[in-house]
Protein backbone atom coordinates (compact mmCIF):
# COMPACT_ATOMS: atom_id res chain seq x y z
CA UNK A 1 0.00 0.00 0.00
CA UNK A 2 2.99 1.92 0.82
CA UNK A 3 4.24 2.11 -2.74
CA UNK A 4 0.82 2.98 -4.57
CA UNK A 5 0.04 6.18 -1.73
CA UNK A 6 3.73 7.46 -2.13
CA UNK A 7 3.96 6.78 -6.06
CA UNK A 8 0.98 8.65 -6.36
CA UNK A 9 2.20 11.43 -4.02
CA UNK A 10 5.06 11.15 -5.74
CA UNK A 11 3.46 12.24 -9.56
CA UNK A 12 1.59 15.02 -7.80
CA UNK A 13 4.74 16.14 -6.53
CA UNK A 14 6.38 16.49 -9.58
CA UNK A 15 3.49 18.18 -11.59
CA UNK A 16 3.12 20.96 -8.27
CA UNK A 17 6.79 21.33 -8.44
CA UNK A 18 6.97 22.20 -12.10
CA UNK A 19 3.75 24.91 -12.15
CA UNK A 20 4.91 25.98 -8.86
CA UNK A 21 8.69 26.58 -10.67
CA UNK A 22 7.42 28.07 -14.06
CA UNK A 23 4.76 30.47 -12.21
CA UNK A 24 7.87 31.87 -10.00
CA UNK A 25 10.24 32.39 -12.63
CA UNK A 26 7.50 34.23 -14.58
CA UNK A 27 6.52 36.34 -11.82
CA UNK A 28 10.58 36.82 -10.96
CA UNK A 29 10.48 40.39 -11.52
CA UNK A 30 7.47 41.25 -9.19
CA UNK A 31 8.61 41.96 -5.35
CA UNK A 32 5.52 41.06 -4.02
CA UNK A 33 5.49 37.82 -2.97
CA UNK A 34 9.24 36.89 -3.65
CA UNK A 35 9.70 34.37 -0.22
CA UNK A 36 6.20 32.87 -0.95
CA UNK A 37 6.96 31.99 -4.41
CA UNK A 38 9.74 30.39 -3.81
CA UNK A 39 8.97 28.87 -0.72
CA UNK A 40 6.36 27.01 -2.42
CA UNK A 41 8.55 25.66 -5.20
CA UNK A 42 11.24 24.58 -2.18
CA UNK A 43 8.52 22.86 -0.40
CA UNK A 44 6.61 20.99 -3.46
CA UNK A 45 10.12 20.09 -4.73
CA UNK A 46 11.34 18.13 -0.77
CA UNK A 47 7.89 17.19 -0.52
CA UNK A 48 8.49 15.17 -4.00
CA UNK A 49 11.81 13.93 -2.88
CA UNK A 50 10.52 13.07 0.38
CA UNK A 51 7.63 10.86 -0.78
CA UNK A 52 10.09 8.99 -3.52
CA UNK A 53 12.30 8.09 -0.67
CA UNK A 54 9.42 6.41 0.92
CA UNK A 55 8.59 4.22 -1.65
CA UNK A 56 9.68 0.63 -0.69
CA UNK A 57 11.68 -0.15 -3.75
CA UNK A 58 13.47 3.15 -3.70
CA UNK A 59 14.03 2.89 0.51
CA UNK A 60 15.83 -0.30 -0.67
CA UNK A 61 17.70 0.82 -3.03
CA UNK A 62 18.86 4.17 -0.88
CA UNK A 63 20.07 1.81 1.83
CA UNK A 64 21.76 -0.57 -0.50
CA UNK A 65 23.65 2.67 -2.39
CA UNK A 66 24.86 4.32 0.59
CA UNK A 67 25.42 1.31 2.97
CA UNK A 68 23.40 2.93 6.05
CA UNK A 69 20.26 0.95 7.27
CA UNK A 70 17.27 3.41 7.57
CA UNK A 71 19.05 5.81 5.05
CA UNK A 72 15.79 6.77 3.23
CA UNK A 73 13.87 7.05 6.03
CA UNK A 74 15.88 9.87 7.74
CA UNK A 75 16.45 11.36 3.75
CA UNK A 76 12.35 11.09 4.22
CA UNK A 77 11.44 12.46 7.72
CA UNK A 78 14.11 15.46 6.87
CA UNK A 79 12.52 15.92 3.41
CA UNK A 80 9.38 16.03 5.82
CA UNK A 81 10.33 18.89 7.85
CA UNK A 82 11.23 20.89 5.25
CA UNK A 83 8.25 20.58 3.31
CA UNK A 84 6.50 21.64 6.21
CA UNK A 85 8.74 24.40 7.30
CA UNK A 86 8.79 26.07 3.52
CA UNK A 87 5.58 25.57 3.81
CA UNK A 88 5.08 28.12 7.17
CA UNK A 89 7.47 30.18 5.63
CA UNK A 90 4.89 30.94 2.60
CA UNK A 91 1.96 31.17 4.44
CA UNK A 92 3.94 33.79 6.75
CA UNK A 93 5.29 35.54 3.80
CA UNK A 94 1.23 35.89 2.68
CA UNK A 95 -0.22 36.49 6.16
CA UNK A 96 1.85 39.21 7.72
CA UNK A 97 3.23 42.35 7.29
CA UNK A 98 6.89 43.67 6.61
CA UNK A 99 7.45 44.99 10.03
CA UNK A 100 6.93 41.51 11.73
CA UNK A 101 7.83 39.24 8.86
CA UNK A 102 11.56 38.96 9.30
CA UNK A 103 10.71 37.83 13.23
CA UNK A 104 7.98 35.59 11.78
CA UNK A 105 10.20 33.89 9.57
CA UNK A 106 13.39 33.69 11.45
CA UNK A 107 11.22 31.86 14.20
CA UNK A 108 10.05 29.24 11.98
CA UNK A 109 13.67 28.75 10.57
CA UNK A 110 14.96 27.94 13.97
CA UNK A 111 12.22 25.84 15.29
CA UNK A 112 12.80 23.77 12.20
CA UNK A 113 16.87 23.53 12.90
CA UNK A 114 16.43 22.72 16.17
CA UNK A 115 13.88 19.79 15.19
CA UNK A 116 15.80 18.42 12.56
CA UNK A 117 19.33 19.05 15.62
CA UNK A 118 17.26 16.90 17.91
CA UNK A 119 16.60 14.13 15.26
CA UNK A 120 20.03 13.72 13.86
CA UNK A 121 21.91 12.43 17.01
CA UNK A 122 18.63 10.24 18.06
CA UNK A 123 19.31 8.69 14.75
CA UNK A 124 22.88 8.08 14.80
CA UNK A 125 22.21 6.17 18.67
CA UNK A 126 19.79 4.06 17.54
CA UNK A 127 19.96 2.95 14.25
CA UNK A 128 21.00 -0.42 13.63
CA UNK A 129 20.77 -3.44 11.20
CA UNK A 130 17.61 -4.97 12.97
CA UNK A 131 15.71 -1.56 13.68
CA UNK A 132 13.64 0.13 11.93
CA UNK A 133 11.81 3.54 12.67
CA UNK A 134 8.55 2.63 12.21
CA UNK A 135 6.19 1.91 14.56
CA UNK A 136 7.19 -1.81 14.36
CA UNK A 137 9.94 -0.75 16.28
CA UNK A 138 7.86 1.36 19.26
CA UNK A 139 9.80 -0.95 21.72
CA UNK A 140 13.04 0.70 21.11
CA UNK A 141 13.06 4.02 23.01
CA UNK A 142 15.35 5.40 20.68
CA UNK A 143 12.87 4.97 18.01
CA UNK A 144 9.79 6.36 19.86
CA UNK A 145 11.40 9.50 20.97
CA UNK A 146 12.88 10.28 17.78
CA UNK A 147 9.32 9.65 15.89
CA UNK A 148 7.56 11.62 18.71
CA UNK A 149 9.81 14.74 18.10
CA UNK A 150 9.34 14.56 14.16
CA UNK A 151 5.27 14.16 14.57
CA UNK A 152 5.24 16.79 17.57
CA UNK A 153 6.57 18.96 14.90
CA UNK A 154 4.35 17.95 11.87
CA UNK A 155 1.31 18.42 13.86
CA UNK A 156 2.15 21.85 15.43
CA UNK A 157 3.27 23.18 11.49
CA UNK A 158 0.43 21.88 10.14
CA UNK A 159 -1.86 23.12 12.61
CA UNK A 160 -0.73 26.57 11.94
CA UNK A 161 -0.96 25.89 8.15
CA UNK A 162 -4.69 24.78 8.51
CA UNK A 163 -4.95 28.09 10.79
CA UNK A 164 -3.39 30.59 8.17
CA UNK A 165 -4.83 28.71 5.28
CA UNK A 166 -8.39 29.22 6.71
CA UNK A 167 -8.22 32.54 7.48
CA UNK A 168 -6.94 33.47 4.01
CA UNK A 169 -9.84 31.47 2.39
CA UNK A 170 -12.00 33.56 4.10
CA UNK A 171 -10.29 36.74 3.38
CA UNK A 172 -9.83 35.66 -0.14
CA UNK A 173 -13.44 35.01 -0.60
CA UNK A 174 -14.98 37.78 0.75
CA UNK A 175 -13.01 39.79 -2.18
CA UNK A 176 -14.53 37.46 -4.97
CA UNK A 177 -11.20 35.42 -5.86
CA UNK A 178 -13.63 32.01 -5.56
CA UNK A 179 -11.04 29.67 -7.17
CA UNK A 180 -8.17 30.82 -5.09
CA UNK A 181 -10.89 30.21 -1.69
CA UNK A 182 -11.16 26.86 -2.85
CA UNK A 183 -7.71 26.12 -3.26
CA UNK A 184 -6.50 27.23 0.30
CA UNK A 185 -9.78 26.11 1.65
CA UNK A 186 -9.00 22.48 0.14
CA UNK A 187 -5.58 23.35 1.69
CA UNK A 188 -6.57 24.18 5.23
CA UNK A 189 -8.30 20.68 5.05
CA UNK A 190 -5.50 18.83 4.08
CA UNK A 191 -3.53 20.44 6.58
CA UNK A 192 -6.10 19.42 8.91
CA UNK A 193 -5.32 15.51 7.85
CA UNK A 194 -1.84 16.12 8.65
CA UNK A 195 -2.63 16.92 12.32
CA UNK A 196 -4.68 13.80 11.61
CA UNK A 197 -1.77 11.88 10.33
CA UNK A 198 0.48 13.15 13.25
CA UNK A 199 -2.27 11.52 15.92
CA UNK A 200 -2.68 8.81 14.24
CA UNK A 201 0.90 7.71 14.86
CA UNK A 202 2.02 9.80 18.04
CA UNK A 203 -1.61 7.51 19.63
CA UNK A 204 -0.07 4.41 18.78
CA UNK A 205 3.74 5.26 19.68
CA UNK A 206 2.02 6.47 23.38
CA UNK A 207 -0.63 3.65 24.00
CA UNK A 208 1.97 1.28 23.19
CA UNK A 209 4.53 2.89 25.62
CA UNK A 210 1.53 2.65 28.11
CA UNK A 211 1.02 -0.91 27.43
CA UNK A 212 -2.09 -0.89 25.54
CA UNK A 213 -1.58 -0.25 22.04
CA UNK A 214 -3.92 -0.17 19.22
CA UNK A 215 -3.67 -3.06 16.68
CA UNK A 216 -0.37 -2.16 14.74
CA UNK A 217 -1.85 -3.61 11.62
CA UNK A 218 -4.57 -0.37 11.52
CA UNK A 219 -1.72 2.28 12.17
CA UNK A 220 0.12 0.55 9.35
CA UNK A 221 -2.86 1.55 6.93
CA UNK A 222 -4.64 4.86 8.58
CA UNK A 223 -1.62 6.84 8.92
CA UNK A 224 0.14 6.26 5.24
CA UNK A 225 -3.55 6.88 4.33
CA UNK A 226 -3.79 9.87 5.97
CA UNK A 227 -0.35 11.08 5.11
CA UNK A 228 -1.22 10.34 1.06
CA UNK A 229 -4.47 12.21 1.25
CA UNK A 230 -2.77 15.17 3.39
CA UNK A 231 0.12 15.47 0.92
CA UNK A 232 -2.13 15.08 -2.29
CA UNK A 233 -4.64 17.74 -1.07
CA UNK A 234 -2.47 20.25 0.34
CA UNK A 235 -0.28 20.49 -3.32
CA UNK A 236 -3.71 20.70 -5.17
CA UNK A 237 -4.87 23.07 -3.15
CA UNK A 238 -1.83 25.65 -3.02
CA UNK A 239 -1.85 24.93 -6.67
CA UNK A 240 -5.98 25.46 -7.49
CA UNK A 241 -4.83 29.11 -5.16
CA UNK A 242 -1.58 30.02 -7.46
CA UNK A 243 -3.67 29.01 -10.89
CA UNK A 244 -6.45 31.14 -9.38
CA UNK A 245 -4.64 34.46 -8.65
CA UNK A 246 -3.06 34.47 -11.93
CA UNK A 247 -6.86 34.22 -13.30
CA UNK A 248 -7.64 37.14 -11.29
CA UNK A 249 -4.98 38.86 -11.98
CA UNK A 250 -5.68 38.65 -15.90
CA UNK A 251 -9.05 39.61 -15.61
CA UNK A 252 -8.12 42.48 -13.78
CA UNK A 253 -5.60 43.37 -16.72
CA UNK A 254 -7.82 43.12 -19.09
CA UNK A 255 -10.36 45.34 -17.40
CA UNK A 256 -7.91 47.69 -16.97
CA UNK A 257 -7.27 47.50 -20.53
CA UNK A 258 -10.71 47.88 -21.88
Request: with cysteine; hydrophobic share 50%; proline share 3%.
Amino acid sequence: MDGIVFGLCALFGVVGTVLSAREAWRQRSRNDYRIARLARTVAFGVCTIGVIFAIPPVEDLGESMTGMNNAAKLGAHFCAVLWCGSLQLMLVDWSYNHEVLKASLYARIAFAVCVLAAMLPLFVATTGESIEFTTEHAAVPGVTVYLMIYLTYVAVTCGEIAFLCFGMALSVRRSGHVWSARGLGLSAAAAILGVAYAASKGSYLVTHYLGHPWPLHAEEIVSPALAGLATIALISGLTMAMVGRRIALRKASVSAGV
